[in-house]
């Protein structure tokens, strides 16, 4: 296997990975699910971020499971978006 087909199968098997088409803003997203998801899925994170808030920890996995939906916003206009490459 050469490196170029490794990475083939990286991105395949993770889709969180991206390549080479993937844009910012659904990399940016992918990498806040994952994040938000790890937190409410270990009790112990969630624990630390409601002491942090000061917060219940079922109010602080309730409001990361809302923001899992749109975590960095909605999508930017492809018009904006070319203007920033």
């Given at each position: 296997f050469?490196?170029?087909s490794q990475?083939?199968?990286?991105?395949?098997?993770?889709?969180?990975t991206?390549?080479?088409?993937?844009?910012?803003?659904?990399w940016l997203t992918n990498q806040h699910?994952?994040?938000l998801s790890h937190i409410v899925s270990d009790y112990s994170?969630?624990?630390?971020?409601?002491?942090?808030?000061?917060?219940?920890?079922?109010?602080v996995r309730f409001?990361?499971?809302q923001r899992m939906g749109r975590p960095c916003g909605p999508p930017p206009n492809a018009s904006k978006e070319a203007?920033?490459?």
């Open positions: 050469g490196m170029h990475t083939e199968q990286l991105f395949a098997r993770h889709v969180g991206g390549n080479a088409d993937t844009k910012k803003h659904t699910r994952d994040t994170l969630s624990t630390y971020v409601a002491i942090a808030e000061g917060e219940s920890v079922e109010r409001n990361m499971l203007e920033s490459l």
